[in-house]
């Protein structure tokens, strides 16, 4: 006689069957592409192509590349409703969560002093320098 899964779980205590679901979500949560993410969070290609102003093909595209810049994964991941984290785990250590890699638009935008850099004197048509 076979005995379900579910008939299992209902025999064993609270704590222990809520242990085991949440063990399982997590085993499961690890293992999932980018297109299982967004269907997860019930959007579709074409809606999640709106709130990352781009169109349905980029998603697509995104979905099925394997590298990634992080700056993309991470407007990908804010599109759904998410934050993206980097962890980096050592052997010989705890995890360390790296921060300052394609975070938010602060990271993406040039110094004022990069900004100062690339401003170049404006010239006359004679060729001389003008004052800026």
Known sequence: MTVS???ILQQLPGERRHRIEQRAADLIA???NLR???RL???TQARLSKRLKIGQEGVSRIEKRTDLYLS???SYVEGLGGKLSLTVEFPDRAPVVLSGFGEGSEASK???QTAK???RPTRSKAGRRLAA
């Open 5 to 7: 899964l579910e008939k």
């Open 30 to 32: 690890e293992e999932l």
């Open 36 to 38: 299982e993410v967004r």
């Open 41 to 43: 969070r019930k959007l």
């Open 72 to 74: 993309t994964l991470r």
């Open 110 to 112: 040039p110094s004022k």
């Open 117 to 119: 850099r690339r401003k």
